[in-house]
């Protein structure tokens, strides 16, 4: 079975300050990993993925993560927040072959300015 | 814009009725996913469908049911609706099933079970 668990529902970051945003993945098989974010009233959309290639994955808007078995962690990192990046945000997980995402329980990005 | 449309965007509703939910994926999309967010449950998958045909099934309840037409869109009914019902429902949709592939969603629908 596959999970994953967003530790923190609530992040505040100063404008310009680091975005850490973290995740814990449990799976009985290599996993695939995604990151989604969520503006208000709009749907989710793919901020990145891992799928077993290069554990370090950049992705959109600045964004990257890195998968670290050792931890069972993907944890989501932005070197200097944006305004724009407050949003709430969705790691899931899928096992290798599966068709559907398993999400975590999302944390909601609040940007400082 | 994903390219995934959802119809309607709202439905207030009584206990105890029926509703279909409608999505459209994005052109050249073959796959569709139902997806259900609520406050208690977080975001849940529910159903997928890959040209036509059911392909996963997740938390969906018995009263919930879906199916997607030739033409590729998908309707998902929800029915006996209960206050534990309200949520915002989303479709995805992706090219070809598969963890690999991205799927895009829509805006959602948000239910309101009065």
Same mark, same amino acid.
């Given at each position: 079975?596959?999970?994953?668990?967003?530790?923190?529902?609530?992040?505040?970051? +100063?404008? =310009?300050?680091?975005?850490?945003?973290?995740?814990?993945? +449990? +799976?009985?098989?290599?996993?695939?990993?995604?990151?989604?974010?969520?503006?208000?009233?709009? =749907?989710?959309?793919?901020?990145?993925?891992?799928?077993?290639?290069?554990?370090?994955?950049?992705?959109?808007?600045?964004?990257?993560?890195?998968?670290?078995?050792?931890?069972?962690?993907?944890?989501?990192?932005?070197?200097?927040?944006?305004?724009?990046?407050?949003?709430?945000?969705?790691?899931?997980?899928?096992?290798? =072959?599966?068709?559907?995402?398993?999400?975590?329980? =999302?944390?909601?990005?609040?940007?400082?300015? | 814009? /994903?390219?995934? !449309?959802?119809?309607?965007?709202?439905?207030?509703?009584?206990?105890?009725?029926?509703? !279909?939910?409608?999505?459209?994926?994005?052109?050249?999309?073959?796959?569709?996913?139902?997806?259900?967010?609520?406050?208690? @449950?977080?975001?849940?998958?529910?159903? @997928?469908?890959?040209?036509?045909?059911?392909?996963?099934?997740?938390?969906?309840?018995?009263?919930? /049911? *879906?199916?997607?037409?030739?033409?590729?869109?998908?309707?998902?009914?929800?029915?006996?609706?209960?206050?534990?019902?309200?949520?915002?429902?989303?479709?995805?949709? /992706?090219?070809?099933?598969? *963890?690999?592939?991205? @799927?895009?969603?829509?805006?959602? !629908?948000?239910? !309101?079970?009065?």
């Amino acid at each position: 079975a596959q999970s994953v668990t967003q530790l923190g529902s609530h992040v505040s970051v +100063s404008e =310009g300050a680091l975005v850490l945003l973290r995740c814990n993945y +449990s +799976s009985s098989v290599p996993p695939y990993l995604f990151w989604y974010v969520q503006y208000p009233n709009q =749907g989710l959309q793919l901020l990145l993925k891992y799928t077993s290639a290069a554990t370090l994955v950049k992705g959109i808007n600045g964004f990257e993560a890195e998968f670290k078995k050792s931890e069972t962690s993907f944890h989501l990192t932005k070197p200097s927040a944006h305004m724009s990046d407050a949003a709430e945000y969705f790691c899931a997980v899928s096992a290798n =072959g599966a068709n559907n995402l398993f999400f975590g329980t =999302g944390t909601r990005l609040t940007v400082i300015p | 814009d /994903s390219g995934v !449309t959802q119809t309607p965007k709202h439905l207030i509703t009584a206990t105890g009725q029926r509703v !279909t939910l409608r999505c459209s994926p994005r052109s050249g999309d073959l796959s569709v996913y139902w997806y259900q967010q609520s406050l208690d @449950q977080g975001l849940q998958f529910l159903i @997928q469908y890959y040209n036509g045909e059911e392909r996963a099934k997740g938390n969906i309840l018995e009263r919930f /049911s *879906a199916q997607q037409f030739p033409d590729l869109h998908s309707e998902l009914n929800l029915s006996s609706l209960e206050l534990g019902d309200s949520a915002l429902y989303f479709c995805a949709s /992706s090219v070809v099933p598969g *963890a690999l592939r991205e @799927q895009f969603f829509g805006p959602g !629908t948000r239910l !309101t079970v009065l």
